[in-house]
């Protein structure tokens, strides 16, 4: 299982593709990916993947790819793919020269815009809550949140992407689509449930998907992070 492999391995975090397959398998649609070890493998994966793609780090020990230069994007060539792996490698040995390389996720590449943030939180106190608003870079500026106590009612989940005055996006402005609503309270939904299985909440502290794209043909975890508890 992947929480004992992590453990195991000492690690407190699971991958970015370890936390997109378990999404996965919850039913929450991400980019087509491929892991890779080395950056001569990379061309082959952009065949596979087809374009444009976006080339992310693997560490066990970065959590924020993007403050180390972990993180590079449109890549339409195979030659700038190789380049792009390269260049994240030496990033990381700029910023974190401790930090192991443990690989290159090549993942199609999906803008999000605006960009969604749906988390779990386990808190120790109160106990697992949903988290839904306005993601990427202003979480913390714009401070855009509903959050929710799980396991969630459908009022709940209503209540987290109609709350704030962003949720207000989605239902379509100057002229761009609404957004797949039901593909949403799905995604809302899948988090939640997991607060009716304890054997595989106790192994959790959070669930972060953060850039969340919604858009009129569904959702896309484009980032995830899963933290284990103690």
Same mark, same amino acid.
């Given at each position: ?16 593709? @370890? ?34 793609? *976006? ?22 060539? !195979? @030659? %700038? ?8 490698? !030496? ?20 803008? !999000? ?36 106590? *799980?396991?969630?009612?459908? %009022?709940?989940i209503e209540a987290l992407i109609s709350e704030t005055p962003a949720t207000q996006i989605l239902r379509g402005v100057r002229g761009a689509p609404p957004a797949n609503l039901a593909a949403l309270r799905a995604a809302i939904q899948s988090l939640s ?8 909440? *106790?192994?959790?502290? @959070? ?16 980032? %995830? ?6």
């Amino acid at each position: 299982m992947t929480f004992s492999k992590a453990r195991a391995e000492g690690r407190t975090t699971l991958s970015e593709p @370890e936390s997109k397959t378990f999404l996965t398998q919850l039913g929450i649609p991400t980019p087509a990916s491929l892991q890779i070890t080395t950056p001569d493998q990379a061309p082959t994966a952009l065949e596979t993947i087809g374009t444009p793609v *976006a080339i992310k780090l693997i560490s066990s020990a970065i959590t924020h790819k993007t403050e180390v230069g972990g993180v590079i994007f449109p890549i339409d060539t !195979a @030659e %700038a793919a190789t380049q792009a792996c390269h260049r994240i490698a !030496a990033n990381l040995r700029t910023h974190r020269p401790d930090a192991p390389l443990d690989g290159f996720l090549i993942e199609a590449y999906r803008p !999000a815009q605006p960009e969604w943030l749906l988390s779990l939180r386990n808190d120790p106190l109160f106990g697992p809550a949903i988290l839904f608003g306005l993601g990427g870079i202003y979480v913390e500026i714009l401070k855009q949140i509903t959050v929710r106590l *799980a396991p969630l009612a459908p %009022a709940d989940i209503e209540a987290l992407i109609s709350e704030t005055p962003a949720t207000q996006i989605l239902r379509g402005v100057r002229g761009a689509p609404p957004a797949n609503l039901a593909a949403l309270r799905a995604a809302i939904q899948s988090l939640s449930d997991l607060t009716k299985t304890p054997d595989i909440l *106790a192994q959790i502290s @959070e669930i972060e998907i953060n850039p969340l794209t919604v858009t009129a043909h569904g959702v896309l975890a484009l980032d %995830a992070l899963i933290v284990l508890r103690p």
